[in-house]
Nanobody, 124 residues
């Protein structure tokens, strides 16, 4: 398994921007499909965005498409999530996830490794 550490969460106002980062250990990061999920207390963990290792294909949840951007830097073993035009409904704990084999996926069960999560709170 790969070790993942998220950073960059915090408290912002509606309309603000925030960038989350995830640092990964391991020498084969470039072969991992990476994703960001989010979870509100008492609810299921949902996909936010994923980026495929092979061709950098990206998928975004409809609720964030056009506002969020997922990027990866294989030289630095990092994946980021740039979040613009934040809304109160974006408030959640955000998790970085890695999938060591297979293509882009949107289910929690498809991912092998998880970070500890970082809180994002958007006030109205």
């Amino acid at each position: 398994q790969v070790q993942l550490v998220e950073s960059g969460g915090g408290l912002v106002q509606a309309g603000d921007s925030l960038t989350l980062s995830c640092a990964a250990s391991g020498s084969t990061f470039s072969r991992y499909t990476m994703a960001w999920f989010r979870q509100v207390s008492g609810k299921e963990r949902d996909i936010v965005a994923t980026i495929f290792w092979h061709d950098d294909y990206t998928y975004y949840a409809p609720s964030v498409k056009g506002r969020f951007t997922i990027r990866r830097d294989n030289a630095k073993n990092t994946v980021s999530l740039q979040m613009n035009s934040l809304k109160p409904e974006d408030t959640a704990v955000y998790y970085c996830a890695a999938r060591q084999s297979g293509g882009p996926a949107t289910s929690v069960s498809d991912y092998d490794s998880w970070g500890q999560g970082t809180q994002v709170t958007v006030s109205s």
